[in-house]
C-alpha cells in the first residue's frame, strides 16, 4: 500500500537514470517552474480553486508512475510499445512522467482549455528538454513520437476527452487522486467554502493497494461524507473517461464511524 504523497516520486526516479535526468531537468527548467506557478496565480489565486502548480505536479508524477507499475505488473503493457511509439519500458514510463507533470500548465492562461492549452504550450518545452532526455535512452528514441504521446497525456486530462492510451488513462486518473485537505487549505483559508473546498477538506489520505476484485484499489479515508464528492464529481468520471476503469475498485472509509467502509465503487 502506498500514500498519495509528493514523496513517491522519489521511489520511481531512483530506479531508472533515464526519469532522474527528465525530472532533474523538468524541477530546475525556468519556463517549467513559472508556468507551474503562474498556474496557481490563475487557479488559487483568482478563481479560489485547488492547488494546481509544482506541489500538485510532483504528487501526479509520482502517483502515475505507481499505478503504472502496478498495472504492468498485472499484464497490461504500455500503449506505446504496443503500437511502436517508444522501443523501451523506460521509454513509456518517461511519457508518462512528463504529461503528469506538465498536465497543468495551460492554467497559467487560462483556465477554460487548460488541457488544450497545456498540450500546446508543451511543444516548445519538450522540443527544448527532450534531447537531453532520449540520449540516455538504450534504443534509439524518436522524440517528435515521445512529444505526441506526452501531448496526448495533457490534453487527456479533461473530463470530457477520452484517453486513447494507457500512459494518458494513468495521468488522467493520477490527476484526480490528488484529492486530499491540502490541496484546497489555501482557498479555504481566503475565504471559499463552496462543496469543492469542503468536499476536499474532509479527505484525510489517498491510498492505493492491490484490490480485492481489481488490480488497483483506491482508498479514500475522509471525515465526513462531504468527501463523497470528490470521488463522484472529480474521480469516477475520470476513469470513465480513461481505458482503466475495469482495472480499479474505489473504498470509501468514513473515519468519524470508527474507519468504517462504505460501499466499495466498481466504475
Same mark, same amino acid.
Given at each position: 500500500? #502506498? ?34 506557478? %503562474? ?10 480553486? /485547488?492547488?494546481?502548480?509544482? #506541489? ?5 508524477? =509520482? ?40 498536465? !497543468? ?6 483556465? !477554460? /482549455? ?12 519538450? !522540443? ?5 532526455? #532520449?540520449?540516455?535512452?538504450?534504443? +534509439?528514441?524518436? +522524440?517528435?513520437? $515521445?512529444?505526441?504521446? #506526452? &501531448? +496526448? ?5 479533461? %473530463? /470530457? ?8 488513462? @494513468? ?45 488497483? &484499489?483506491?482508498? $479514500? +479515508?475522509?471525515?465526513?461524507?462531504? =468527501? ?27 473515519? !468519524?464511524? /470508527? ?5 466499495? @465503487?466498481?466504475?
Amino acid at each position: 500500500m #502506498v500514500h498519495v504523497s509528493p514523496y513517491l516520486i522519489e521511489r520511481h526516479i531512483s530506479r531508472s537514470s533515464l526519469l532522474r535526468r527528465a525530472w532533474e531537468l523538468l524541477t530546475s527548467d525556468t519556463e517549467v517552474q513559472s508556468l507551474l506557478r %503562474m498556474a496557481n496565480v490563475n487557479a488559487v489565486e483568482r478563481l479560489l480553486y /485547488n492547488d494546481h502548480g509544482p #506541489v500538485h505536479a510532483q504528487i501526479v508524477a =509520482g502517483t502515475a508512475l505507481e499505478l503504472f507499475d502496478m498495472l504492468y505488473n498485472h499484464g497490461l503493457r504500455p500503449s506505446s510499445i504496443i503500437h511502436r511509439t517508444v522501443p523501451t519500458l523506460d521509454c513509456a514510463r518517461l511519457i508518462i512522467l512528463l504529461g503528469a507533470y506538465l498536465h !497543468d500548465i495551460g492554467n497559467s492562461v487560462h483556465r !477554460d /482549455n487548460h488541457e488544450l492549452i497545456g498540450a500546446i504550450l508543451s511543444t516548445s518545452i519538450l !522540443d527544448r528538454l527532450l534531447p537531453n532526455i #532520449v540520449s540516455l535512452c538504450r534504443e +534509439q528514441c524518436d +522524440q517528435y513520437k $515521445v512529444r505526441a504521446e #506526452v &501531448q +496526448q497525456a495533457i490534453y487527456a486530462t479533461s %473530463m /470530457n476527452v477520452t484517453a486513447l492510451t494507457l500512459e494518458a488513462s @494513468i495521468v488522467k486518473v493520477a490527476d484526480s487522486l490528488d484529492m486530499a485537505e491540502g490541496r484546497a487549505r489555501l482557498p479555504y483559508s481566503k475565504g471559499k467554502t463552496d462543496i469543492h473546498a469542503l468536499s476536499a477538506l474532509s479527505i484525510k489520505r489517498v491510498e492505493i493497494t492491490n484490490g480485492e476484485s481489481r488490480p488497483i &484499489q483506491i482508498r $479514500v +479515508q475522509m471525515e465526513d461524507k462531504a =468527501g463523497m464528492f470528490q470521488i463522484e464529481k472529480v474521480l469516477l468520471p475520470k476513469i470513465k473517461t480513461s481505458i482503466i476503469q475495469e482495472y480499479i475498485e474505489i473504498v470509501p472509509i468514513l473515519l !468519524d464511524n /470508527n474507519s468504517i467502509s462504505l460501499s466499495t @465503487i466498481y466504475p
